[in-house]
């Protein structure tokens, strides 16, 4: 069984797709960590702005070397969907996705074209989202409680440029596939949004059978 579950920035969806891994006893990739290892690599090398750079980090990562911890600042994740937009990177991005998708029994991916472009055949599709200022409030006070110096205001900025670039690029743009489920989770708490994402989940496997 193949759960693949896209949406912006702190809408909640990695949270959701470990929750629901768990649940299910399915191996979970969080695929921004990709691109934000990626990116990491061309910052460490100064070629940020090096399309070539950033395609051969991406043909040569390493999966089992990611440490996500050193991968979350709010930086990483704007250098992150700056690699994304390149063509070439998500191409050399797309193999390891599809193979972890492969898996005997199936695996939850979450990211922004999981069920666009990585896995169109998925057995569920969610596409999780909220408000932005929503978002921003969660996302301000995760890098504020891990005591990074960050504003409000900044977060917010921060949000409202990378769904501007994710959405706007041509290569992948973050969308909703048409046989997603909509989840909007501005209203909702962890719990309750963890029962309404169970909820679409199971009722997308009942109509398949
Ligand atoms: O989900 P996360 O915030 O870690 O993603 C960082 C960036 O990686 C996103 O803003 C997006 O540009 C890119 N990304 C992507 N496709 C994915 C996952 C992430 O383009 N499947």
């Given at each position: 069984m193949i759960i693949a579950i896209d949406g912006p920035a702190a809408s909640g969806k990695g949270t959701l797709a470990r929750r629901i891994a768990a649940h299910y006893a399915l191996p979970h990739l969080d695929t921004g960590l990709l691109y934000r290892a990626v990116a990491a690599r061309c910052l460490a090398l100064g070629l940020l702005d090096d399309v070539a750079a950033s395609e051969a980090a991406a043909a040569r990562l390493d999966v089992a070397a990611i440490d996500p911890e050193a991968l979350r600042s709010a930086a990483m994740g704007e250098a992150a969907s700056v690699v994304a937009a390149r063509p070439g990177v998500r191409a050399a991005l797309l193999d390891l996705q599809r193979r972890f998708a492969a898996q005997e029994r199936g695996a939850v991916l979450d990211g922004r074209?999981?069920?666009?472009?990585?896995?169109?055949?998925?057995d569920v599709k969610l596409f999780v989202t909220a408000a932005p200022q929503v978002r921003a409030e969660r996302r301000f006070k995760e890098l504020a409680g891990r005591?990074?110096?960050?504003t409000f205001a900044d977060v917010l900025a921060d949000i409202e440029k990378r769904d501007e670039r994710d959405s706007l690029r041509s290569a992948a743009p973050l969308v909703k596939a048409d046989d997603a489920a909509l989840l909007d989770t501005s209203a909702l708490g962890i719990e309750a949004a963890f029962d309404a994402a169970m909820a679409l989940v199971t009722q997308r496997l009942g109509q398949r059978g």
């Amino acid at each position: 069984m193949i759960i693949a579950i896209d949406g912006p920035a702190a809408s909640g969806k990695g949270t959701l797709a470990r929750r629901i891994a768990a649940h299910y006893a399915l191996p979970h990739l969080d695929t921004g960590l990709l691109y934000r290892a990626v990116a990491a690599r061309c910052l460490a090398l100064g070629l940020l702005d090096d399309v070539a750079a950033s395609e051969a980090a991406a043909a040569r990562l390493d999966v089992a070397a990611i440490d996500p911890e050193a991968l979350r600042s709010a930086a990483m994740g704007e250098a992150a969907s700056v690699v994304a937009a390149r063509p070439g990177v998500r191409a050399a991005l797309l193999d390891l996705q599809r193979r972890f998708a492969a898996q005997e029994r199936g695996a939850v991916l979450d990211g922004r074209d999981i069920g666009t472009v990585i896995c169109p055949d998925a057995d569920v599709k969610l596409f999780v989202t909220a408000a932005p200022q929503v978002r921003a409030e969660r996302r301000f006070k995760e890098l504020a409680g891990r005591g990074a110096a960050v504003t409000f205001a900044d977060v917010l900025a921060d949000i409202e440029k990378r769904d501007e670039r994710d959405s706007l690029r041509s290569a992948a743009p973050l969308v909703k596939a048409d046989d997603a489920a909509l989840l909007d989770t501005s209203a909702l708490g962890i719990e309750a949004a963890f029962d309404a994402a169970m909820a679409l989940v199971t009722q997308r496997l009942g109509q398949r059978g």
